[in-house]
């Protein structure tokens, strides 16, 4: 069975800790090491994580089977892309599953925590940016009712890549 709770700042090396690995087992393969590197050093800090943890632009949720952390999710108050118009917003800026929980349900209970948490918060539009070719990140998007509505540039260490951009109307 999966609870979800709401992360506090108690949580922040928890939640470092899962950043740095879960991003690790997702994209290393398709990266180099000084990439990766440069990007978990600059973006999964202990610090920056609990900087994030503790304002109030972040809402983190963690995932557990029994009393074992098995995934997070973060959702940011960020700027709504001008694609989206006027409509109120909220990003789903990370969900990861922890690899041996892949498959689990891990992924599908965050998922609909992020959804009832921002139609509790009277959001219109949960938005994401996912990377153009990671297919099972999308796959899942898409099973969810996301659709692609744009892309953007993203920075991994020095490799610039491509985001799309995928919205679900709440």
């Not at 990766?36 to 943890?53: G, H, I």
């Not at 949960?126 to 899942?140: C, K, M, Q, S, T």
Request: net charge negative; glycine share 6%.
């Amino acid at each position: 069975m999966i609870t979800i709770r709401l992360a506090s700042v108690k949580d922040a090396e928890l939640i470092a800790e899962m950043s740095r690995q879960t991003f690790y087992d997702a994209f290393a393969a398709q990266n180099t090491k000084e990439d990766m590197d440069k990007f978990m050093n600059e973006q999964f800090t202990k610090e920056k994580l609990a900087e994030q943890v503790n304002d109030n632009e972040s809402i983190f949720l963690l995932a557990f089977s029994d009393s074992e952390p098995v995934g997070y999710a973060r959702m940011a108050k960020s700027e709504t892309p001008p694609e989206l118009g006027n409509a109120k917003t909220i990003e789903l800026a990370r969900i990861y599953s922890v690899t041996n929980a892949i498959g689990k349900g891990v992924g599908k209970a965050l998922m609909q925590k992020c959804i009832d948490t921002a139609k509790e918060s009277g959001k219109q539009i949960l938005w994401l940016g996912v990377w153009e070719h990671n297919n099972r990140a999308i796959d899942f998007y898409t099973r969810w009712g996301f659709e692609k509505f744009g892309s953007h540039p993203f920075v991994l260490g020095d490799d610039h890549q491509t985001d799309w951009l995928m919205k679900k109307i709440l």
